[in-house]
T-cell receptor, first 115, second 114 residues
Framework: DSGVTQTPKHLITATGQRVTLRCSPR?????VYWYQQSLDQGLQFLIQ???????AKGNILERFSAQQFPDLHSELNLSSLELGDSALYFC??????????????FGPGTRLTVT | AQSVTQPDIHITVSEGASLELRCNYS??????LFWYVQSPGQGLQLLLK??????LVQGIKGFEAEFKRSQSSFNLRKPSVHWSDAAEYFC????????????FGAGTRLAVHP
């Protein structure tokens, strides 16, 4: 158990809908990362937050957005869902962001199925 | 652009046999290098990492990896595989000195025969 929790574990929804994925980082971790794992794209970095502020963006679609709240939990919002958005979405957390590398601890993921 | 290549999609070995999983990276400078393991239904767990120094690094679960700058490679090895090692293995890089986003390879799925 990494200490990172993600809810829900599974989500099935229809095209065009909007969903919210939630992540609670390990106690004391200030940085949260979101990754998408899909069959055709593999594991891709989406976005990083540090202490409530966006720090880095990867291949995140404009239909997707994220935020980190004062209690440090994070939410990934996916809207206008398409079949191709079906994937496993991972959240990871680390103590800090720069000044060295800090191990990222991964949650178990949320499996999103768009039908 | 930074990239990570894992040439082997699937590998099958017998229990007790040795294992080598290949990883090549493309990056302007030596990045930070990592191997992660993903067991079915689980998140990713860090096996080992290389930042600098000794090119042979030891990790958890009896794994080791060797960094070869001339070949831009960071291959993962284990002298004797156990059935519990069956999983998917990901090589990853992160830009040295920058933000910590990870760039992953496509992964190698390891099957272990009894």
């Amino acid at each position: 158990d990494s200490g990172v929790t993600q809810t829900p574990k599974h989500l099935i929804t229809a095209t065009g809908q909007r969903v919210t994925l939630r992540c609670s980082p390990r106690s004391g971790d200030l940085s949260v990362y979101w990754y998408q794992q899909s069959l055709d794209q593999g594991l891709q970095f989406l976005i990083q937050y540090y202490n409530g502020e966006e720090r880095a963006k990867g291949n995140i679609l404009e239909r997707f957005s994220a935020q980190q709240f004062p209690d440090l939990h994070s939410e990934l919002n996916l809207s206008s869902l398409e079949l191709g958005d079906s994937a496993l979405y991972f959240c990871a957390s680390s103590v800090a962001e720069t000044g060295g590398w800090y191990e990222q601890y991964f949650g178990p993921g949320t499996r999103l199925t768009v039908t | 652009a930074q990239s990570v290549t894992q040439p082997d999609i699937h590998i099958t070995v017998s229990e007790g046999a040795s294992l080598e999983l290949r990883c090549n990276y493309s990056y302007g400078a030596t990045p930070y290098l990592f191997w992660y393991v993903q067991s079915p239904g689980q998140g990713l767990q860090l096996l080992l990492k290389y930042f600098s120094g000794d090119t042979l690094v030891q990790g958890i679960k009896g794994f080791e990896a060797e960094f070869k700058r001339s070949q831009s490679s960071f291959n993962l090895r284990k002298p004797s595989v156990h059935w519990s090692d069956a999983a998917e293995y990901f090589c990853a890089v992160a830009p040295a000195g920058g933000y910590n986003k990870l760039i992953f390879g496509a992964g190698t799925r390891l099957a272990v025969h009894p």
